[in-house]
């Protein structure tokens, strides 16, 4: 199966869609980088976590239809994770509103939820726009964007077993734990 973008042999330069896939995965690799700074207990596991947001970026400036995929499933992934099964998100965002209400705010730690939301968000957004101008499209990419989901969800639960396993618990009610 190809999955690349374009027709072999016919480079293209990136265009603003795949720049901003790849500005949002970048971003969000900082924000990761941020966190980890303040929370060294987090450090090797945002190492970790950085790494499928990367491969986006770069495959989505080559314009490799995977690279679409995996952004989109990375980036929902973490809104999923952060948004629904922890506060996380909500919080954050709440940060900001203190900002803003009072001039300071108690968790910049925690702030950063906000702006990490926005750039995930986008990052679902341009990779899910990047895929849809792909030419070579088939019915086939479904199998491709649902093992893309399975291995995002399996390789973070993995790191968070590696490397932090007090985050698991936002998953036991998953199965009834």
């Known amino acids: 199966m190809n999955t690349l973008a374009n027709p072999a042999g016919s480079p293209r330069r990136a265009d603003s869609i795949d720049v901003l896939a790849a500005g949002c995965a970048t971003a969000f690799i900082v924000i990761l980088g941020i966190s980890a ?8 596991l945002h190492v970790f976590e950085s790494l499928p947001y990367l491969v986006a970026a770069v495959l989505c400036l080559r314009h490799h239809k995977f690279g679409y995929v ?15 099964l922890t ?3 909500r919080n954050g965002f709440e ?29 679902v957004l341009f ?3 990047g895929y849809f101008r ?34 698991l618990g936002m998953f036991r009610h998953l199965f009834g734990s």
């Open 70 to 84: 995996l952004g989109a499933a990375s980036g929902a992934f973490w809104l999923w994770t952060a948004g629904t």
């Open 37 to 44: 700074y303040w929370d060294r207990t987090i450090r090797v």
């Open 134 to 167: 792909v030419r070579n499209k088939s019915w086939g990419d479904a199998g491709l964007f649902l093992a893309a989901i399975g291995v995002v969800a399996g390789f973070f639960v993995a790191i968070f077993v590696a490397f932090a396993p007090r985050y």
């Open 127 to 129: 990779s899910l726009w």
């Open 87 to 89: 506060t996380f998100v």
């Open 95 to 123: 940060r900001v509103a203190m900002l803003f209400r009072t001039g300071h705010v108690d968790r910049p730690d925690i702030l950063l939820a906000a702006p990490a939301a926005c750039v995930t968000g986008g990052l």
